[in-house]
T-cell receptor, first 115, second 114 residues
Framework: KAGVTQTPRYLIKTRGQQVTLSCSPI?????VSWYQQTPGQGLQFLFE???????NKGNFPGRFSGRQFSNSRSEMNVSTLELGDSALYLC??????????????FGQGTRLTVV | AQKVTQAQTEISVVEKEDVTLDCVYE???????LFWYKQPPSGELVFLIR??????QNEISGRYSWNFQKSTSSFNFTITASQVVDSAVYFC???????????FGRGTSLIVHP
C-alpha cells in the first residue's frame, strides 16, 4: 500500500508569490490534515479536510487555504508569500472518521523556502 | 486551553543505554487522546502509540514502553537498550475528545551515539 505522497519535496518562491502544495493520501483514507513545522513555532495544525469539506481550521491567516478533491487528494495554497512562511509543510491522512484522534500517516513534507 | 510540554530539548546517550522522554500535558477535559510520534531525518512523522484518557494501562512494544499517569498528567516514553536507529525527534501530542485538532509538544531530539 502506497504511503502519503507530497509534491513537490522542495520549493523556492519569492515574497509576494503564491504556492500550491499537493498531497495524495493513503488509498481509502478520507481525512487529510496539513501542518506547518518551523523551528520557532514547532508543529502547528493548519486545517483538516474530510470528504471534501474543511472540518477544522487552525489559527492561520486567510492567506492559507486548501481543498480536497473527490479522490481525497488535497491541495493547500498560500497566497502573498511572506518570509515567515518558510517551513516544512506536512500532510497526514487518517483512516475512518476520527481524523487526528486516530493514528495519522504522514508524508515526507514539502520544504518551502521564501526568499 | 490545552498544552503539551516536552521539557527535554535534546538528549544524548550511548548505544544500549535506556532513555526516558518526558511529556506533561494540560487539559481540563476528561476525554482526550495522547500520542507519540517519531520524526527521523527524512521528515515524515511516524506514529508510535495512541492512548485515550480512560486507559491508563502502560504499554510495552519491543524496546519501547509508555507510562501514562493521569495523576501527574504525564505520558512518558522509555526506550530500552537504545540503538543508533532510534536517533530522531520525538513528539508528544494531545487531542481533546471534542476536537480534531492536535496540540504538539516542541519535541525532544534524541541522539544515540554508537
Amino acid at each position: 500500500k502506497a504511503g502519503v505522497t507530497q509534491t513537490p519535496r522542495y520549493l523556492i518562491k519569492t515574497r509576494g508569490q503564491q504556492v500550491t502544495l499537493s498531497c495524495s493520501p493513503i488509498s481509502g483514507h478520507r481525512s487529510v490534515s496539513w501542518y506547518q513545522q518551523t523551528p520557532g513555532q514547532g508543529l502547528q495544525f493548519l486545517f483538516e479536510y474530510f470528504s471534501e469539506t474543511q472540518r477544522n481550521k487552525g489559527n492561520f491567516p486567510g492567506r492559507f487555504s486548501g481543498r480536497q478533491f473527490s479522490n481525497s487528494r488535497s491541495e493547500m495554497n498560500v497566497s502573498t508569500l511572506e518570509l515567515g512562511d518558510s517551513a516544512l509543510y506536512l500532510c497526514a491522512s487518517s483512516p475512518g472518521t476520527g481524523g487526528a484522534r486516530t493514528e495519522a500517516f504522514f508524508g515526507q513534507g514539502t520544504r518551502l523556502t521564501v526568499v | 486551553a490545552q498544552k503539551v510540554t516536552q521539557a527535554q530539548t535534546e538528549i544524548s546517550v550511548v548505544e544500549k543505554e535506556d532513555v526516558t522522554l518526558d511529556c506533561v500535558y494540560e487539559t481540563r477535559d476528561t476525554t482526550y487522546y495522547l500520542f507519540w510520534y517519531k520524526q527521523p531525518p527524512s521528515g515524515e512523522l511516524v506514529f508510535l502509540i495512541r492512548r485515550n484518557s480512560f486507559d491508563e494501562q502502560n504499554e510495552i512494544s519491543g524496546r519501547y514502553s509508555w507510562n501514562f499517569q493521569k495523576s501527574t498528567s504525564s505520558f512518558n516514553f522509555t526506550i530500552t537498550a537504545s540503538q543508533v536507529v532510534d536517533s530522531a525527534v520525538y513528539f508528544c501530542a494531545l487531542v481533546l475528545g471534542g476536537s480534531y485538532i492536535p496540540t504538539f509538544g516542541r519535541g525532544t531530539s534524541l541522539i544515540v551515539h554508537p
